[in-house]
């Protein structure tokens, strides 16, 4: 007998399915049932590493946090990382598979549906009921062939599905309804509902726009659900949203630029949240404020590529005055790697064999290499004494005499590396911030106090986020819908 489960697909790109997804999760265990989340395909450069030792999306690792159960690489059995505007490396149950152009995966991207449905089968074994997201939209019907990430899957599954239209950005009643359009029949047929996401306003105004959909595309709706407005405080997955965080009103000034392969910005999230932070991202074509008291290099998924955009857009000019200014800097990850003096990549992994000239700023080479370590790590932080807990997800290693002043301890292995003065600073850990007591210790070496409790911040949210999906669905109904998976077996 299968396991009830139901699939969130959406009418396009970021109409909120992640959102949708880990507050129905949340909704759901609190009922009691056992809750597993599923995403058969992604894109994205934040990624989490699992208890296994693997990488998913951020957004499957939330999930996990609203289902209140351990992310496993089977959330996310097929990650797909941008590499460059045509490429990406290829993640496969939570190993690189490699890299591969777009127009090469497209060609082999149904191969892999036995990972999908092998993560798939055992996430069900486990589970009372699973929530699948989709991936993009169902009417990307020029990519329908081979598809793993809607349709495809939901149809080697038999898994019903509900289609998420998005109404902030407008059209929604065509993207409803042109999706019913190009769908085949069978497909059509696992459409059991919509809902309407990102709702501003007085709902009552769109009563005529539900009775049209569901005129018009036979599905009935689940409701229509406000915007919600602390979306913002849970970790985000897509770069899209950096542009939408607003400047804090904090006095401690943290300058973060976005680099185009930008990875695992999630690191940021916590000093966002902090009262005495104002954290800064600045996009390409701006420069670096001259007033910064820090400036942090976020991780890279491409960090020769992004060396070069940092300089293009006159960055490491203005980081170059920043530290004559006597300011402070902090590498994460791909960050770490380019302050260094050279970074090689003998084996071509990022592009053309070779090697290019770093920033300078500490003295330390890095050499790129074929092996990827990804691995949850819980450090001592050997400036504060202070616990870390993070993660390592990188190729490379680097080695230098600024690695004698290694930043933590893990396990009696020293990472990371500092400046005889300290100012500049280096790691390959990510979520640094993510822990209190380290968080704390840092924000005091700049003389600012911090009392935010993130993790429970975050719990916080997901509850909200809940309860704010039981104000404005029919949670009993998208149960039922899971429950119709059984039935039809």
Known sequence: ????????????????????????????????????????????NNAAVTVDGGEIGRAQAVQAMAARVDPTVHMNPVLLKPETDTGAQVIVQGKRFGSLHAIDYGTRKATLMGAVLDSFGRLEAAADVVIVEGAGSPAEINLR??????????????????????????????????????????????????????????????????????????????GIVPWFADAHRLPAEDALDLDRRGEGAGRLKV???????????????????????DLRLIPPGEPLPGDADLVILPGSKSTIGDLAFLRAQGW??????????????????????????????????????GSVAGLGLLDVDTVLTPDKITAPISALHLDSGERVEGYEIHLGRTEGPDCARALLDIDGRRDGAASMDRRIQGTYVHGLFGSDAFRRAFLAGFGRASRLRYAAAVDATLDALADHCERHLDVPRIIAVARQRTAAA
């Not at 726009?209 to 709706?221: K, L, Y």
């Not at 300058?255 to 932070?277: K, S, Y």
């Not at 770490?336 to 090689?344: D, E």
Request: glycine letters at 14%; charged letters at 20%; aromatic letters at 4%.
């Open 1 to 44: 007998m299968p396991t009830p489960a139901v699939m969130v697909q959406g009418t396009g790109s970021n109409v909120g399915k992640s959102t949708l997804v880990a507050g129905l999760a949340r909704a759901m265990v609190r009922r009691g049932l056992t809750v597993m989340p599923f995403k058969p395909q992604n894109m994205s």
């Open 316 to 353: 490491d000019v203005d980081l170059a005055a920043h530290v004559r200014r006597g300011g402070r800097v902090l590498g994460l990850c791909g960050g770490y790697q380019m302050l260094g003096r050279s970074i090689a990549d003998p084996v071509g992994i990022e592009g053309p064999a």
């Open 255 to 277: 300058v973060v630029p976005i680099i185009a392969r930008i990875a695992n910005f999630d690191d940021l999230d916590p000093l966002g949240q902090e009262p005495e932070v």
């Open 145 to 222: 062939a081979g598809d793993i990430a809607n349709m495809g899957f939901a149809l080697a599954a038999r898994v019903p599905v509900i289609l998420a239209g998005d109404i902030d950005r407008g059209g929604v009643i065509a993207s409803l309804v042109g999706t019913h359009a190009v769908l085949e029949p069978d497909e059509r047929a696992l459409i059991r509902a919509f809902l309407v996401n990102k709702f501003r306003g007085e709902v009552r105004l769109f009563d005529g726009g539900v009775v049209e959909i569901e005129r018009r595309t036979g599905w009935p709706s689940l």
